[in-house]
């Protein structure tokens, strides 16, 4: 099974910049997709932003031009670097990957999420 561990979350007001982290480690073949989702309170998880292992890049729309999605497949990691941040992206962040186990099989894993507040 693997773990995701993400870091990064903090208090920021508008305007200022965050870089979020998520680390994979355990018993797994390999990581394809990698993600961001986030939550805000009352709201739905959301995709925020969305990256594959050919490196292929998509974005939520009210990120678009912000936020910037990386990873370094050979660490395992995944980044969120998030710029002119806004009230609005307030929410718990999660990390998300699609995993292989050495049997074939894939699955869904999730972290447990870093608090990012935006304050105005």
């Known amino acids: 099974q693997v773990q995701l561990v993400e870091s990064g979350g903090d208090l920021v007001q508008a305007g200022g910049s965050l870089r979020l982290s998520c680390a994979a480690s355990g018993s797994f073949s390999r990581i394809t997709t990698m993600a961001w989702y986030r939550q805000a309170p009352g709201k739905q998880r959301e995709l925020v932003a969305r990256?594959?292992?050919?490196?292929?890049?998509n974005y939520a729309d009210s990120v678009k031009g912000r936020f910037t999605i990386s990873r370094d497949s050979a660490k395992n990691t995944v980044l969120l670097q998030m710029n002119r941040l806004k009230p609005e992206d307030t929410g718990v962040y999660y990390c998300?990957?699609?995993?292989?186990?050495?049997?074939?099989?894939?699955?869904?894993?999730w972290g447990q999420g870093t608090q990012v507040t935006v304050s105005s």
């Open positions: 998300n990957c699609n995993v292989g186990d050495y049997s074939g099989t894939y699955y869904n894993a």
């Open positions: 990256i594959t292992s050919g490196g292929t890049t």
